[in-house]
Structure formats: C-alpha cells, structure tokens
C-alpha cells in the first residue's frame, strides 16, 4: 500500500512539473543590432503612465528583457552592471497569461502562476527583485537594470515609468517571491497611448 502510495505521489509530482514546464515561454534570440541611436533614445525618454492595449510581440519582449539584464559575454556577465558582479537583480514579468520569471541563461520566462499582476493597463509589467545584503548595491543595482528598461523603451517606440509604488503583499503573492527578496520597482510597458 505504501510503495502504491508513493508511485501514485510520484506520478502527480512528475506531471505537476511537466505542466509546469509547458507553460514556460522559450523567447526568441535578442536581435542585438536593433534600434535607434543611444543618443535619440536619452532624448526621448521620458515617463509613460498611460498604455495602449497593443500587445507585445515576443520578438521585442525577448529583446527587452536582453537589454534589461540579460547575458552579453560567454563569462555570463550582464548587460547591466553589478557591484561586485553580484547580478542579484532578478526580473519577474506579468503577461496577460500570468507570472513568469525570466531566465537569462536560458532565455526563457519560467511560469510561475496564472496570477494577474499587471500595472497601469499596460500588456506587459516588468517587476525588479533582488536579495539585499547589508548594503546599498541591490538598490544602486536594481536603478541600473531600469534605467536600461527606460532607455530600450524610449529606442523602440514603447513607453515605461520605473514605479516605487505598489501593493508588494499582493505582488509578492502573484510572484510567489521568496522570502529573501525585496521587491524593488516595477516597469509597466508598453505603447503610449495614442491620445497622450
Ligand atoms: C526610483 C523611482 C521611483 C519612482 N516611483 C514612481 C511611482 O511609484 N509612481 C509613478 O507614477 N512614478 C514613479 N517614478 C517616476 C518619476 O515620477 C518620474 O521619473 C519623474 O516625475 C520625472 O519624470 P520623467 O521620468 O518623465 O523625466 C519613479 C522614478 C524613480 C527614479
């Protein structure tokens, strides 16, 4: 009865990950020669509070999560920087479907949960965690990674505001964030709206 037991548990488990798994998103490879000029981009960015329901392709998805704090060398260093290299900002994004956690290494967002988390109406919400030691560089680090958010969003025609602001209780539970992370801003992206 017991080893029955334990196939039966066996079983549920094995098709509870694989469900899992097939919710996972494999993004598209980052197009790294893409886009506007650096310069233009500062000039244009500014903060966007309001999102047309236009959804993102997964083709600029992929490129701004690259752009946010993906991997741009074979060490697997960032296209952020990070005091001590730590790369402890993590990034957690909310589509329509869900929560999912992007994976650099991978280039994947790994499901997490059907939970609705996004802000301001936007398709898409980038939420930027990270483990904060006793000191200030998530927080300095966690700038880094969305003042690209801010700089890719200007360069591609979409619009962001790097958001302080938010019911982290709820946020965390739709993210199921480990108790070790601090959720520190989030990104609601998208097009502006045409009106505004
Ligand atoms: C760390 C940080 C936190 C912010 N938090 C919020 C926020 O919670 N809600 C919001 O509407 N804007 C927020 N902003 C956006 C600022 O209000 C905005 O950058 C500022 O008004 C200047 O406007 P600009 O981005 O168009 O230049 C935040 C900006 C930063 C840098």
Same mark, same amino acid.
């Given at each position: 009865m017991k080893k029955l037991l334990a196939a039966l548990l066996f079983i549920i488990c094995c098709n509870t990950i694989h469900a899992q798994q097939s919710k996972d998103i494999q993004l598209k490879? &980052? *197009?790294?020669?893409? %886009?506007?000029k650096v310069m233009q981009a500062f000039n244009e960015r500014k903060s966007t509070r309001s999102f047309d329901s236009k959804e993102l392709d997964l083709q600029t998805i992929s490129n701004l999560l690259w752009a946010a704090n %993906?991997? !741009? $060398?074979p060490d697997g260093k960032r296209t952020a920087p990070s005091a001590l290299n730590r790369q402890e900002v993590d990034i957690y994004v909310c589509l329509k479907s869900g929560a999912y956690f992007y994976n650099p290494q991978e280039n994947k967002l790994k499901y997490i949960s059907d939970a609705q988390c996004l802000q $301001? !109406?936007? &398709?898409l919400t980038l939420y930027l965690a990270a483990k904060v030691e006793n000191d200030i560089w998530a927080y300095v680090d966690t700038g880094i990674v969305s003042q690209n958010i801010s700089v890719f969003a200007a360069a591609f025609g979409l619009g962001t505001v790097p958001q302080g602001r938010m019911d982290k209780e709820k946020v965390r539970e739709a993210l199921n964030? &480990? *108790?070790?992370?601090q959720l520190i801003l989030n990104h609601p992206v998208g097009y502006p709206a045409k009106d505004k």
């Open positions: 490879a &980052p *197009q790294k020669k893409a %886009g506007a %993906g991997i !741009n $060398r $301001r !109406n936007a &398709p964030l &480990p *108790q070790e992370k």
